[in-house]
């Protein structure tokens, strides 16, 4: 229910899956990962062959899954996803992997969140194109070895670090994601703006993408605010007035935090004299579980060196004071 959340909310899947880019020509920034990515996949086809697994790896709403549909798209090849917490059983894996056809791309989100008998099944299959399936039941069960056609794991995680080994070393290529800057994310609201028919002016372009935590799909999120905004409340053009206007309903600041960002930060300051003070400490005082400070809010202040951590606590740093327009205690005196 936060316009900044990073994750997607299942509401607005149709939303955003239009805005997808569905060539890697037309994906904004990643440069590196682009160019590394089109060698992959060019090279695999001038083979005629199927290309090494690709595992991509970054924050949420970087554009990961729009990179494992881009990839299906270069290729040629149909794609189908499945994610880490839908596969149950290893069985259920099995039986995806026995239905694919030649060429394929298996996405795979989530990827970190695989249970252990499933990830020693995908393992094999991604090694050797080769499934156990168990048929019969009890004393007369039996495993028979299945090939597989050659198929493309294209995985998608938030925490590479989480990967096992065994099933990292069968990515032929891993792909890192970044934070975009705003002249990108400016880049990604355009071609969205012109995707929905609006009038996006320049300005108003930069500002929302000053106010996007460095996200596609948080940039794009509040571009769809916006021209609800200027539809309702004005002739629908979106201009600068407008994204302020808009944004300030949606309580998103100058540097893109949110209410709840900012009540911590304000609690951190104002109760606390910008700490040091505990997780737990800092949750109770404005009303939240202490889980949520930890990875709702936290990330992107510490990231925006809003907030340190330190082995007491967080602290304030002089960025935050400044940004609430508030003036830290005098430390030792002067
Ligand atoms: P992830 O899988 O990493 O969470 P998605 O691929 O679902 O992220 O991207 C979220 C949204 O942001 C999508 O609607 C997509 O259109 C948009 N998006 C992400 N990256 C880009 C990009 N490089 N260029 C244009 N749009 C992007």
């Known amino acids: 229910e936060r316009v900044v959340a990073p994750g997607a909310e299942d509401l ?47 924050p949420p709403g970087l554009g990961k899954t729009t990179l494992a549909m881009i990839i299906g798209a270069e290729l040629g090849t149909s794609v189908r996803v499945t994610s880490g917490p839908a596969i149950q059983h290893a069985g259920d894996l099995a039986a995806v992997l026995s239905s694919l056809e030649e060429g394929e791309v298996l996405f795979i989100d989530e990827i970190h969140r695989l249970a252990r008998p499933a990830e020693e099944l995908l ?15 009890g004393a007369g069960a039996n495993a028979i070895g299945l090939a597989l056609p050659p198929f493309t794991v294209v995985g998608a995680t938030t925490r590479a670090g989480l990967l096992p080994a065994p099933l990292r ?63 309702v409340r004005s002739d629908g053009t979106l201009d600068l007035a407008a994204a302020r206007s808009a ?22 300051c104002t109760r606390f004299g910008g700490g040091p003070v505990g997780l737990t400490t800092l949750a109770v005082a404005v009303g939240e579980e202490p889980e949520t400070v930890e990875t709702v809010a936290e990330p992107f202040l510490v990231r925006e060196g809003l907030i340190g951590r330190t082995p007491r606590g967080r602290v304030a740093t002089a960025r935050a004071w400044d940004h609430l327009g508030l003036v830290p205690p005098e430390v030792g005196g002067t």
């Not at 149709?14 to 060539?23: D, K």
């Not at 590196?32 to 060698?39: G, I, K």
């Not at 393992?123 to 039941?137: L, N, Q, S, T």
């Not at 071609?191 to 799909?217: F, W």
Request: glycine content about 10%; overall charge negative; cysteine-free.
């Open 169 to 231: 070393d069968r990515f032929g290529f891993t792909g890192h994601l970044d934070f975009y800057d705003d002249g990108e994310l400016e880049q990604v609201l355009s071609r969205s703006a012109g995707l929905l028919e609006v009038d996006l002016h320049a300005d108003a372009g930069g500002e929302i993408a000053s106010r996007s935590r460095g996200t596609p799909r948080i940039a794009n999120r509040l571009l769809r605010r916006v021209r609800d905004w200027a539809q």
């Open 12 to 58: 607005e899947r149709a939303a955003e899956a239009a805005l997808r880019p569905r060539r890697l020509a037309e994906f904004v920034g990643q440069r590196v990962v682009r160019e590394q990515l089109e060698l992959v996949l060019h090279a695999a086809l001038g083979r005629g062959g199927t290309p090494d697994h690709v595992l991509l790896s970054g």
């Open 247 to 268: 944004l300030a309903v949606y309580e998103v600041d100058s540097l893109g935090l949110d209410r709840l960002d900012r009540s911590v930060l304000t609690a951190l």
């Open 123 to 137: 393992y094999v299959a991604m090694e050797d194109f080769r499934v156990d399936v168990v048929v019969g039941k």
